[in-house]
């Protein structure tokens, strides 16, 4: 039996998505990281740029990311970059959210109409 | 807004809500490289609504350490009810393992040796077997609510619950006079058995100390670093 949920995962699971994807692509910390979401995402994604930490440091708990101080831009800085469970971890939720959007768009575009002849059908 | 008054206030947030000390620096530290780079970039200190509210942010860091923990995802199931019953398995550990290797000290003693030492040895033990587990656990369930970000008020959980067991425990040992025959028995009694500040105070002890390493560790300043 499928476990009912205040919010679905594929709203909590966003920013995980955005930064592993990201993080596959380069390391980067966090300034980085924040700088890339904007500019990648055309400035359509903004938010508290502090609150980037608390996710990052939920991946890395949850064995996703690994961390580690290395030189960069002259400072030594932490670092950030996908490991191989959050490389799997990625695919799965990449896919999970392509599921989502199918789903989605299906409603949108072709959702009033289906009900439309449902409601009919009850109403005769 | 400026930087340094960010920085100061999520470091205060962050320490209120019991966060522990490495934790603290490793977030401070990653803040203050970010409100750099912001700073280069703009030639301005960061505002407040670029970094986000210190206290969300504090409470947001909380709420993510403590999910990472078991014990921060169920302090009262790890608190409450897991010290007295590791303490009642190490000692029944200890116990095991004591008179296990007293008699094969005993299988090696010369044939005249008087029994006294074995005697004596025996009580060590007993007395080793209830008050160092209660020491050990006191302390390893105190720390750990320090470290899970649980705080303070679990560590006093575990330490009254401590220390009340130690006061209600006693132990009876018979020594053998033949084979087979000695006993040793533990348990709890109401009122507590004489002697009873003999196995409490050391869990006091260990209340002590584990207090006195959390703290010193989190009342060391963070700048220093």
């Given at each position: 039996m499928s476990k009912l949920r205040t919010n679905p995962d594929f709203l909590n699971g966003v920013p995980e998505l955005v930064v592993l994807r990201l993080l596959a692509r380069q390391p980067m910390y966090g300034y980085q990281l924040v700088q890339s979401i904007r500019l990648v995402s055309n400035g359509e994604l903004t938010f508290?740029?502090?609150?980037?930490y608390p996710v990052l440091h939920k991946l890395e708990a949850a064995g996703w990311l690994s961390s580690k101080s290395e030189l960069a831009g002259g400072r030594s800085r932490v670092v950030y970059r996908v490991t191989a469970s959050g490389t799997k971890r990625l695919a799965g939720s990449s896919a999970e959210w392509q599921r989502i959007v199918a789903a989605v768009e299906r409603i949108l575009q072709g959702g009033s109409d289906e009900c439309s002849i449902t409601f009919g059908a009850v109403a005769m | 807004m400026n930087a340094p008054s960010l920085s100061a206030q999520l470091r205060c947030e962050l320490v209120r809500r019991r966060l522990p000390r490495f934790y603290v620096h490793r977030v401070m530290r990653e803040f203050d490289d970010h409100s750099q780079d912001i700073v280069a970039e703009r030639q301005t200190a960061p505002e407040l609504d670029r970094l986000g509210d210190p206290r969300q942010l504090a409470q947001h860091f909380a709420t993510e350490f403590r999910a990472q923990h078991f014990a921060g995802r169920h302090p009262w199931l790890v608190f409450t009810m897991g010290p007295v019953p590791c303490t009642i398995l190490l000692s029944a550990l200890l116990f095991t393992l004591g008179f296990w290797a007293l008699e094969l000290l005993g299988s090696f003693?010369?044939?005249?040796?008087?029994s006294w030492s074995r005697q004596y040895l025996a009580i060590v033990v007993c007395q080793i077997g209830m008050i160092v587990p209660l020491m050990a656990v006191t302390f390893g369930f105190g720390r750990w609510a320090f470290r899970s970000g649980c705080g303070a008020r679990w560590f006093w959980v575990v330490a009254v619950l401590e220390c009340a067991l130690g006061a209600l425990m006693h132990s009876q040992l018979k020594l053998p006079t033949?084979?087979?025959?000695g006993t040793l028995s533990i348990g709890l009694s109401y009122p507590p058995a004489m002697n009873w500040e003999l196995v409490a105070l050391p869990a006091l002890v260990a209340v002590g100390l584990a207090w006195h390493v959390s703290r010193r560790g989190e009342s060391a300043p963070l700048a220093a670093e």
């Open positions: 508290g740029e502090g609150s980037i | 003693q010369p044939a005249g040796a008087t033949m084979p087979g025959n």
